[in-house]
């Protein structure tokens, strides 16, 4: 695996990132930003879950969600772009390996989360579960993601 690590730093995309002086400072801007953006969006729906703020939580959540979809998708993509300009040691590196399994438990979540919604409701005991899983998930990964810096 530390052969695909290594290709992947030093392929030209790692060296562009590298060897840039603004796109990885960029990119660790944009994703710590939308990593606060997406967790409040991402507590706004869970809290509406468990009945704080008085709104439906299925309107609260079908308004915010396609916001949250799309800051996920920008989390990935500058993830990527911090990823590769040193992959090997980050690969290595314990936080960013918890915080991948955490990752996936935290997606793994969200789809039980939908699946609770359609078939229960937003009333459901499963879904409120889900809904405070996802607090301590997320809230878990943006912590790991900054701990990879100091470990």
Do not use: C
Not at 127 to 146: H, K, Q
């Amino acid at each position: 695996m530390d052969a695909l690590w290594l290709t992947l730093q030093e392929s030209g995309f790692g060296l562009l990132v590298r060897n840039s002086v603004l796109l990885y400072p960029i990119a660790n801007v944009l994703h710590v930003l939308g990593m606060m953006a997406f967790f409040g969006l991402v507590a706004t729906m869970d809290l509406a879950l468990l009945g704080v703020g008085g709104s439906p939580a299925n309107r609260v959540i079908a308004r915010l969600r396609p916001f949250a979809v799309a800051l996920l998708l920008l989390i990935a993509a500058t993830g990527s772009v911090l990823f590769v300009a040193e992959a090997v040691a980050i690969a290595a590196n314990p936080a960013f390996q918890f915080k991948i399994i955490l990752l996936g438990l935290a997606v793994a979540n969200v789809i039980v989360n939908e699946w609770a919604l359609r078939t229960r409701g937003d009333g459901a005991g499963l879904a409120r579960l889900t809904a405070r899983l996802s607090l301590l998930a997320w809230l878990g990964v943006a912590g790991l993601g900054r701990l990879i810096a100091y470990v």
